[in-house]
């Protein structure tokens, strides 16, 4: 079975400019979750979302929001890039219930010049 | 809140020598607590987690952690170390009870197997 899968896995964007990173989970996963992770540090969490919904939400600007779509897949948008959005952003899934694993797909390295 | 200190930030060992990488948490709330590896331009895979039970827990690739916690320690070991082990390896922490997991992490331990 495929695991989770992001798009790009790469992308060089300049200061100011929008990106959109992209997230399918793993089939029958309904939660899916952002991660920020910054050259030399653990990853940070941004966004979590069930069923559609946002159900958490990390110490990150309004620049940042994500959605999710009827498919589960999701979608992670950053506005007016700065240079210290550059990390490597994750995406992970999980099937709902306390205690579950949380996979986590290879991740989209943004750089911003 | 949680928070996790990782209290190594590098650790140099020969192959075949026993390591033990070293993981503090702090929270207000029971936890749930996991290791992931993260190899070179990849992703996170899970190694471990405690959810409840016996506090020695055993995860791939031959590791073990030992969850303490009157120290709110869960230290991450194995016995005898791969040159294909070198990784870094990250200690996580989330809320018990919810049901959408929160992952909180530490900063990272770089693990370098030498020959």
């Known amino acids: 079975d495929a695991g989770v899968t992001q798009s790009p896995t790469h992308l060089i964007k300049t200061r100011g400019q929008h990106v959109t990173l992209r997230c399918s989970p793993i089939?029958?996963?309904?939660?899916v979750s952002w991660y920020q992770q910054v050259l030399g540090q653990g990853p940070q969490f941004i966004f979590q979302y069930y069923e559609k919904e946002e159900r958490g939400r990390g110490n990150f600007p309004d620049r940042f929001s994500a959605r999710q779509f009827p498919n589960y897949s999701s979608e992670l948008n950053v506005n007016a890039l700065l240079l210290g959005d550059s990390a490597l952003y994750l995406c992970a899934s999980s099937l709902t219930g306390a205690g579950n694993t949380i996979y986590f797909g290879e991740g989209s390295w943004l750089t911003v010049v | 809140a949680q928070s996790v200190t990782q209290l190594d930030s590098q650790v140099p060992v020969f192959e075949e020598a026993p390591v033990e990488l070293r993981c503090n948490y702090s929270?207000?709330?029971?936890?749930?607590l996991f290791w992931y590896v993260q190899y070179p331009n990849q992703g996170l895979q899970l190694l471990l987690k405690?959810?409840?039970?016996?506090?020695l827990v055993k995860g791939i690739n031959g590791f073990e952690a030992e969850f303490n916690k009157s120290q709110t320690s869960f230290h991450l070991r194995k016995p005898s170390v791969h040159i294909s082990d070198t990784a870094e390896y990250f200690c996580?922490?989330?809320?018990?009870?919810?049901?959408?997991?929160?992952?909180?992490f530490g900063q990272g331990t770089i693990l370098t197997v030498h020959p």
């Open positions: 405690y959810l409840s039970g016996s506090t």
């Open positions: 996580a922490v989330s809320e018990r009870g919810t049901s959408y997991g929160k992952l909180t």
């Open positions: 089939s029958g996963h309904k939660s």
């Open positions: 929270s207000s709330v029971s936890v749930y």
